[in-house]
């Protein structure tokens, strides 16, 4: 596997990561409240190999044992901390073998490649330690269980042997495929709502010790991938959510019929109607309903909350092009922010629907009484 130095500065690197988006995240511009959202990643990269036909560390390896890589996930967010996926990778197998374990020289070249599927666990470290927040920039892991094939062969150059995945050499089958453990770290930067970019680190442990056809000191035969990628999310609950209230709101009661007016037609004493007045088209509206509810209640939209406060409202502003105030409310240790100020919730309803359309995906309607939010009830949404 490689080094621990490389794994120091490896942790080192993500530990700062971390560190400088937490004292950074107030000044970020974008929502990563990532919950309910579907994530498509396509990423490429280079694989290095570890195991008993391996003698270099990492950085060695960029001399002649660093092969292409690619893969794909497909992930799903439970909640801003954890997601589920299922990933698939391709790499090819390179590596060199100069010294045995007993000191002795060698001269083994191990070749060919390897595929693997697996379904892991992400954790956004971030989210995690901190409260889910606007900051760009995640640092997370991963871990999970899959299965793993292989096709590679081991020349041994100083006898001129050539073993394969799969032969049987003496009492050893070896074998062409096993359950595999994926570990990784990375670092994922959104770039808008819908697009974003990572780096990361993924080291395969195989559960056996046949991939390079050398059973030996090493008990788990390791791939290493380092990856770039890019991220497509996916919002299918913001839009679902939006279709219910609209159908909700949608009032279907005795009415009165009233006048249509075709607003599109300017008026002119030339225009003639080919219909009598009695042909006059009817709509209906609906009949005032007189609804009792507490006075004092004022309806508007929330856009953002947080635990730490916000500095100023001109990157929300700016971001949204918001007009109008954007009000501020502490409750239950958590900022809240919220635009618009309305008498009825049907109106701060059609007020959140331009918000969404701005590219607040989580807008919704709240409601305050004496500044103080209080629970919506099915009466006063009828209001």
Same mark, same amino acid.
């Given at each position: 596997?490689? *080094?621990?130095?490389?794994?120091?500065?490896?942790?080192?690197? /993500?530990?700062?990561?971390?560190?400088?988006?937490?004292?950074? %995240?107030?000044?970020?511009?974008?929502?990563?409240?990532?919950?309910?959202?579907?994530? #498509?990643?396509?990423?490429?990269?280079?694989? %290095? @190999?570890?195991?008993?036909?391996?003698?270099?560390?990492?950085?060695?390896?960029? &001399?002649?044992?660093?092969?292409?890589?690619?893969?794909?996930?497909?992930?799903?967010? +439970? !909640?801003? +901390?954890?997601?589920? $996926?299922?990933?698939?990778?391709?790499?090819?197998?390179?590596?060199?073998?100069?010294?045995?374990?007993?000191?002795? &020289?060698?001269?083994?070249?191990?070749?060919? !490649?390897?595929? *693997?599927?697996?379904?892991?666990?992400?954790?956004?470290?971030?989210?995690?330690?901190?409260?889910? &927040?606007?900051?760009?920039?995640?640092?997370?892991? /991963?871990? $999970? /269980?899959?299965?793993?094939?292989?096709?590679?062969?081991?020349?041994?150059?100083?006898?001129?042997?050539?073993?394969?995945?799969?032969?049987?050499?003496?009492?050893?089958?070896?074998?062409?495929?096993?359950?595999?453990?994926?570990?990784?770290?990375?670092?994922?930067?959104?770039?808008?709502?819908?697009?974003?970019?990572?780096?990361?680190?993924?080291?395969?442990?195989?559960?056996?010790?046949?991939?390079?056809?050398?059973?030996?000191?090493?008990?788990?035969?390791?791939?290493?991938?380092?990856?770039?990628?890019?991220?497509?999310?996916?919002?299918?609950?913001?839009? $679902?959510?939006?279709?219910?209230?609209?159908?909700?709101?949608?009032?279907?009661?005795?009415?009165?019929?009233?006048?249509?007016?075709?607003?599109?037609? %300017?008026?002119?004493?030339?225009?003639?109607?080919? =219909?009598?007045?009695?042909?006059?088209?009817? /709509?209906?509206?609906? +009949?005032?309903? =007189?609804?009792?509810?507490? &006075?004092?209640?004022?309806?508007?939209? %929330?856009? #953002?909350?947080?635990?730490? =406060?916000?500095?100023?409202?001109?990157?929300?502003?700016?971001?949204?092009? +918001?007009?109008?105030?954007?009000?501020?409310?502490?409750?239950? $240790?958590?900022?809240?922010?919220?635009?618009?100020? @309305?008498?009825?919730?049907? *109106?701060?309803?059609?007020?959140?629907?331009?918000?969404?359309?701005?590219?607040?995906?989580?807008?919704?309607?709240?409601?305050?009484?004496?500044?103080?939010?209080?629970?919506?009830? =099915?009466?006063?949404?009828?209001?």
């Amino acid at each position: 596997m490689p *080094d621990s130095g490389f794994i120091k500065i490896v942790f080192t690197f /993500i530990i700062v990561v971390m560190m400088l988006d937490c004292i950074g %995240q107030r000044t970020a511009n974008l929502k990563r409240d990532l919950a309910g959202y579907f994530q #498509l990643n396509y990423n490429l990269g280079f694989s %290095q @190999f570890y195991g008993d036909a391996s003698s270099n560390r990492y950085f060695k390896k960029f &001399s002649g044992e660093t092969t292409f890589a690619t893969g794909i996930t497909a992930r799903k967010y +439970i !909640n801003p +901390i954890f997601g589920v $996926g299922i990933n698939f990778l391709y790499s090819g197998l390179k590596s060199h073998k100069e010294i045995r374990a007993t000191g002795d &020289s060698a001269n083994f070249f191990l070749t060919g !490649n390897y595929f *693997d599927g697996n379904i892991n666990l992400l954790v956004d470290f971030n989210s995690l330690f901190w409260e889910p &927040s606007s900051r760009k920039m995640s640092v997370y892991g /991963i871990v $999970g /269980i899959g299965y793993s094939t292989w096709n590679s062969k081991l020349v041994d150059s100083l006898t001129g042997t050539i073993m394969n995945s799969g032969d049987t050499i003496g009492t050893n089958t070896y074998k062409k495929g096993g359950f595999v453990v994926p570990v990784g770290l990375g670092i994922n930067y959104m770039l808008n709502n819908n697009w974003a970019l990572n780096i990361e680190m993924n080291l395969r442990m195989v559960l056996n010790d046949d991939v390079d056809v050398w059973r030996d000191g090493f008990k788990y035969d390791q791939v290493l991938y380092t990856s770039f990628g890019i991220s497509y999310f996916i919002n299918r609950r913001a839009s $679902g959510n939006r279709k219910r209230l609209e159908k909700k709101a949608y009032i279907t009661e005795p009415v009165e019929p009233v006048p249509l007016y075709d607003y599109n037609v %300017q008026d002119g004493g030339n225009k003639k109607s080919n =219909k009598s007045e009695s042909e006059v088209i009817l /709509i209906e509206s609906p +009949i005032e309903k =007189k609804i009792e509810t507490p &006075s004092g209640i004022r309806y508007r939209v %929330q856009i #953002l909350a947080k635990r730490n =406060k916000l500095p100023s409202f001109q990157y929300l502003r700016d971001r949204y092009n +918001i007009q109008g105030n954007i009000y501020e409310n502490y409750q239950n $240790g958590v900022y809240r922010y919220s635009t618009g100020d @309305f008498n009825s919730y049907r *109106d701060a309803l059609r007020h959140s629907y331009l918000m969404r359309d701005k590219g607040i995906t989580e807008a919704f309607v709240v409601a305050y009484k004496n500044d103080k939010r209080i629970t919506i009830s =099915k009466v006063m949404k009828q209001n």
